[in-house]
Every structure is written in structure tokens, then in C-alpha cells.
């Protein structure tokens, strides 16, 4: 559901947010604040507070089979009935979520100057509704693509084509199958975006991770890459991440609240007031 409220509301909730969390929201704001180019990287944690559900983990599981082995180019070549189940149901999922106040505060923070571009491992297209221009190292489910002509289509008409396919595969013009817009397990990353992100990476002071445990090579390498050239690294995510004992900053806290708190900090208590989300 989405977020929309008045500004009163907005005005009381930012308020809340640091009276909640104020000295771990004091860290990250001067962290921020301190430095000229901070970049921004997030994960799957900061999605689920928009009510998408995160795949990995010990309950990242469907129908018996786990997240890696279902979006995987294996299964993509070999099980298309299959792959195109599970990802109907991710898109099902994802129809009616709408940015929350973590994509927002990130992206007002961005209009600022104060962050960098998000560099996102997430596919669903959040952080762009929320008005960021965001590096999608992972791709986007907003799109589908062929890879045997190399056509890209709207992920809605990715499932029109889909309903209309007895196997309810959706196929291209030229008659081979159509993939999500997203890097699968067993495929390399984007180059265009590996570039824009290394770029960030190479040029920032400090960097500040949400949501994400780490756990994920080579995305992971760019917060290590900041943490061991002695730049300041924040980690804000509810459970422990692979590169804690880097962090000059870690908070186990929810991302909304927080971030929303970082924002009401830099940017005043009304920062939500005009960010209305696009899609």
C-alpha cells in the first residue's frame, strides 16, 4: 500500500524517526555531511519494507527449489516453463509495491548533492519510481529482452505474450524466448553499469551501504574497495553483513526510519513534502 499522506503527517513522522533512532541517524548525517561525494549502495533489504519479499536466505525457497537455482540462465535454457512461473509470480508481487521512505529519502538526498546515484543490486525498479537515477548492476524487471536478435520490450508486454503462449512463455518477434531484463545466475554483469559504478566507487570519500548483507561478489567488492583504501564505510541493515568489522559506521535498524531520519537531518523535517513517486 502506498505511503501518500500529508504533509502534517510527513512533518510528525520525520520527527519520530529521529526521536527513534537519533544517534545512530546522528552518525550517519555527519558521515554525509562530512563529505563532499558519498556513494550509495543497496540491496534487497531495503525493498521489503515496500512488501517485497527477499528470496535469499534460509526461507529463500519456492516451491521447493531455491532462488539460485530457479534464476539461473540454466534454468532459463532448460526449464522455461518453470523460470517463467516463478518470475510471474515476482512480477505479481511487485505490481502494486510503490517506493517507501528509504527509496525516498535516498533520492531527495541525491537531488541535494549529497549522495551519489544509487548503486543498486535490486531489479525492481523502485528506486527509479522514487525519483533516483540509479545504477541497476543487476538489471530491471521493468524490461524484457531477446537474446538471440537482441529486441527489448516492456516487461508488460513481456506478459501479454506470455498470457497469449499455451506454455506461457513469452517469445519475440523472431520466435525465441523472451528473458526478464535481469543479470541471472551464470551471466555477467552489465559492462555500461559495471562502468558507472566503478566510476562512483573510484571517486568517492565515503560510501553508505542499505540493506544488504554483502554476501554478493562482485557488487560486494566496491564496499570493500572503499573500506581498505581507508574511506569511511556506513552499513545500515538489520542483521550482519560480510564486511561489519569494516564499518566505521553500522546501524541494525530498520532502513526506513533511519534514512528518512538522515533526510529530515540534512534536508529539513518537509523533505517528503514534494517527492511524489513516478513509476
Known amino acids: ?23 545512530e541517524i546522528e552518525a550517519v548525517a ?12 543497496t540491496g534487497a533489504g531495503i525493498s521489503t519494507e515496500s ?9 529463500g525457497m519456492w516451491r521447493n527449489r531455491r532462488f539460485e537455482e530457479l534464476a539461473s540462465i540454466r534454468a532459463f535454457t532448460e526449464e ?11 512480477l505479481a508481487h511487485l505490481r502494486d ?22 548503486i543498486t543490486q535490486n531489479v525492481d525498479g523502485l528506486h527509479s519510481a522514487a525519483g533516483s537515477d540509479p545504477v541497476e548492476v543487476h538489471g530491471s524487471l521493468t524490461r524484457a ?11 508488460e508486454e513481456a506478459e501479454r505474450r506470455s498470457a497469449g503462449s499455451p506454455e506461457q512463455v513469452p517469445e519475440c518477434d523472431c520466435g525465441a524466448p523472451l528473458k526478464p531484463g535481469v543479470v541471472l545466475f551464470g551471466e555477467l554483469l552489465p559492462a555500461d553499469a559495471v562502468r558507472r ?10 560510501m553508505l551501504v542499505c540493506g544488504s548483507t554483502l554476501a554478493v561478489s562482485p557488487v560486494n567488492g566496491l564496499a570493500a574497495q572503499v573500506a581498505m ?8 541493515n538489520m542483521g550482519a553483513t560480510e564486511l561489519d568489522r569494516l564499518a566505521e559506521v553500522r546501524v541494525a535498524a530498520a532502513l526506513g526510519p533511519v534514512l528518512a531520519g538522515v533526510a529530515a537531518s540534512l534536508l529539513g523535517a518537509d523533505w517528503d513534502h514534494h517527492d511524489t513517486p513516478r513509476r
Open 51 to 59: 512488501g517485497l519479499p527477499d528470496y535469499r536466505g534460509t526461507s
Open 97 to 118: 509495491a510503490t517506493p517507501n521512505r528509504g527509496h525516498r529519502a535516498l533520492a531527495a538526498l541525491e537531488r541535494a548533492g549529497h549522495t551519489q546515484p544509487v
Open 145 to 155: 529482452e531477446c537474446l538471440a536478435c537482441g529486441l527489448v520490450f516492456s516487461i
Open 30 to 41: 555527519q558521515l554525509v555531511a562530512g563529505c563532499d561525494s558519498v556513494a550509495v549502495l
Open 1 to 23: 500500500m502506498p505511503e501518500e499522506h500529508g504533509s502534517g503527517n510527513r512533518a510528525r513522522d520525520a520527527a519520530a524517526d529521529v526521536l527513534a533512532h537519533p544517534r
Open 229 to 236: 583504501s581507508e574511506r569511511p564505510l556506513a552499513i545500515v
Open 80 to 90: 522455461p516453463v518453470a523460470f517463467w512461473e516463478f518470475y510471474r509470480m515476482r
Open 197 to 206: 559504478a566503478s566510476a562512483i566507487v573510484d571517486t568517492c570519500q565515503a
